[in-house]
C-alpha cells in the first residue's frame, strides 16, 4: 500500500491518492488480483459565524483479474473487470452553546450529503474484504461507509444528525449523538444486519462521559427505526 497527502494548497485544500494492491492464491476455490488507486482533494473552511464546511472531491479505480469465482447461478467465471467510482461529499455543522455556571452546553447539528455512480458493484467481483460492517458514529457522515475495497457504497444520501454535550471541570465531560442516513437509492437486503435499511437507516447512537483520567464510560448503539 502507498499512500499520499500533499501540504495544504488550492483552497486551503489537501490532494491524497492511495495505491493497494492484493494477490490472492487459493489451492482451491476463486483467486484474485486487484490493483486500486484513489485520488482526490478535500478540505475543511471554518467561518467567521463558526459554521464549519468540509468538502471533497474523489474518484476510484479498480482493476480485477478473477478465476473460479463461483456465481449465484452455480457457473464459474474467470477474466478481468475495471471499475471506476467517483463521488462528492459535503458536511455543515454549526456549533451552538451557553456557559453557565461550572460549565458550558453545546449543540452541534449537522447535516450533510454523499453523490456518487450507482450499479457499480457486480456478482463478478469477489467480495474479500468489505464483509464486516456496521453503521455506527464513527463512518455515518463519511463518505465511504463500508470497510474494505471490494464492495463500493454506491449510494447517494443525505447525512443528519446532532451532537449535545456538556463540559464540566467539576463533574466531567459528557455527550450524546444522534444520527441517520436516508438513501436516495434502494440499499440492498443483504445489508439490513448491518443498519442501513432500504432507504432510512437505523438511528446511530453514542453516549460518553469522561471525568478527569479517572472514568472513560462510552456506548455505542442501533436504534430499529421500526
Known amino acids: 500500500e502507498l499512500h499520499l497527502l500533499s501540504q495544504p494548497t488550492f483552497l486551503d485544500g489537501t490532494f491524497f491518492l492511495d495505491t493497494s494492491f492484493l494477490n490472492l492464491q487459493r489451492r482451491k476455490g476463486q483467486n484474485v488480483k486487484r490493483f486500486s488507486k484513489e485520488g482526490g482533494w478535500k478540505a475543511q ?11 471533497g472531491l474523489q474518484g476510484r479505480w479498480d482493476l480485477y483479474r478473477v478465476t473460479n469465482l463461483l456465481l449465484n447461478d452455480g457457473s464459474h467465471y474467470s477474466g478481468q473487470r475495471i471499475r471506476f467510482s467517483p463521488k462528492t461529499h459535503a458536511n455543515l455543522k454549526y456549533p451552538f452553546y451557553k456557559t453557565v455556571k ?4 453545546v ?8 453523490v456518487t455512480a450507482n450499479h457499480r458493484n457486480s456478482p463478478r467481483i469477489p467480495n474479500e474484504d468489505s464483509s ?7 463512518n455515518i457522515l463519511s463518505p465511504n461507509r463500508l470497510t474494505g475495497l471490494d464492495v463500493v457504497d ?8 446532532t451532537k449535545f454535550a456538556y463540559y464540566s471541570k467539576e463533574i466531567g465531560n459528557s455527550e450524546l449523538f444522534l444520527g441517520q442516513s436516508h438513501s436516495l437509492s434502494k440499499v440492498p437486503d443483504t445489508l439490513e444486519p448491518t443498519g442501513l435499511r432500504s432507504r432510512q437507516s437505523d438511528y446511530v447512537v453514542r453516549a460518553n462521559y469522561t471525568y478527569r483520567d479517572w472514568v472513560d464510560l462510552s456506548s455505542r448503539l442501533l436504534l430499529n427505526k421500526r
Open 45 to 55: 473552511w471554518i467561518s467567521s459565524l463558526g459554521t464549519v464546511t468540509e468538502f
Open 102 to 105: 461550572g460549565g458550558r452546553f
Open 107 to 114: 449543540v452541534e447539528p449537522v447535516v450533510g450529503f454523499v
Open 132 to 138: 464486516l460492517f456496521e453503521l455506527s458514529d464513527a
Open 154 to 161: 454506491e449510494w447517494s444520501r443525505i447525512n443528519y444528525g
